[in-house]
């Protein structure tokens, strides 16, 4: 899958926001009582007179397991982890304050900053029949 989508860009003009993403993802397994999927993703983000941008790339892996009898099972837990590799810069020099230029604030900001991306979930499902499931579940993104 791509995509790509400009958000503000009659208000902001060569300013706007830009995101792009591209994705893909594999089943394993497909009709047995463990399901494994994984895949793979990335994401480009420029914004405003800052160049604000956020470059990532993420691998993510994902395993149901059915909870008794395979055939007429109706529970299912299910656990998905993601680690990914990120980048963010901020040309701060862009950046407008209120005392004119070389009025800029001292901060400790760093320009340019790498850094690993780390999310977990774990869901728990139950099915009594084709017309109702009920769900239970957790996430932990940007663990470290």
Do not use: C
Request: charged share 15%; proline share 3%.
């Amino acid at each position: 899958m791509r995509g790509k989508r400009n958000q503000w860009a009659s208000l902001l003009k060569n300013n706007a926001y830009h995101t792009s993403v591209v994705s893909a993802d594999y089943k394993f397994a497909k009709g047995s009582v463990r399901k494994i999927s994984i895949g793979a993703f990335g994401v480009l983000d420029n914004a405003g007179s800052a160049n604000y941008s956020k470059k990532s790339i993420n691998l993510s892996t994902s395993v149901i397991q059915n909870l008794g009898n395979p055939d007429h099972s109706r529970h299912s837990i299910a656990l998905g982890v993601n680690v990914g590799l990120a980048n963010r810069k901020i040309d701060l020099d862009n950046l407008q304050w209120p005392g004119g230029p070389g009025s800029m604030p001292t901060t400790d900001m760093n320009e340019k900053v790498n850094f690993a991306d780390i999310s977990a979930g774990l869901l728990w499902q139950y099915k009594s029949n084709t017309h109702f499931s009920f769900q239970l579940g957790n996430a932990l993104l940007h663990v470290n």
